[in-house]
Nanobody, 124 residues
Framework: QVQLVESGGGLVQAGGSLRLSCAAS????????MGWFRQAPGKEREFVIA????????SIADSAKGRFTISRDNAKNTVYLQMNSLKPEDTAVYYC?????????????????WGQGTQVTVSS
């Protein structure tokens, strides 16, 4: 169906920035909204941000507002997560996900397709 591969994770100091990429392959035309979730050590996976196929509609978690942005290049089947002003509490494995709905889901159940995750570590 749809395969997703994240990249761009790494170690960054607090206040720094990272840009994550998610490359999609397979039957990419069946996917609409795409988003990012994260799972910190010892915590449940949580929603971060997602966008519609056109990029015209975005959902974002309160913790990411003003710091994170999402964009996508459909010609390249790639979605990006730009993370600025990173905090230690942003440390987590970040997962890319693709939905089938034309809406922008904010729950895990709304996304049938998932990447393997990429580690983001923010040091104090």
């Amino acid at each position: 169906q749809v395969q997703l591969v994240e990249s761009g994770g790494g170690l960054v100091q607090a206040g720094g920035s990272l840009r994550l990429s998610c490359a999609a392959s397979g039957r990419t035309r069946i996917s609409n909204a795409m988003g990012w979730f994260r799972q910190a050590p010892g915590k449940e996976r949580e929603f971060v941000i997602a966008t519609s196929w056109s990029g015209g509609s975005t959902s974002i978690a309160d913790s990411a507002k003003g710091r994170f942005t999402i964009s996508r290049d459909n010609a390249k089947n790639t979605v990006y997560l730009q993370m600025n002003s990173l905090k230690p509490e942003d440390t987590a494995v970040y997962y890319c996900a693709a939905a089938l709905a034309i809406t922008v889901p904010t729950t895990e159940t709304g996304y049938p397709y998932w990447g393997q995750g990429t580690q983001v570590t923010v040091s104090s």
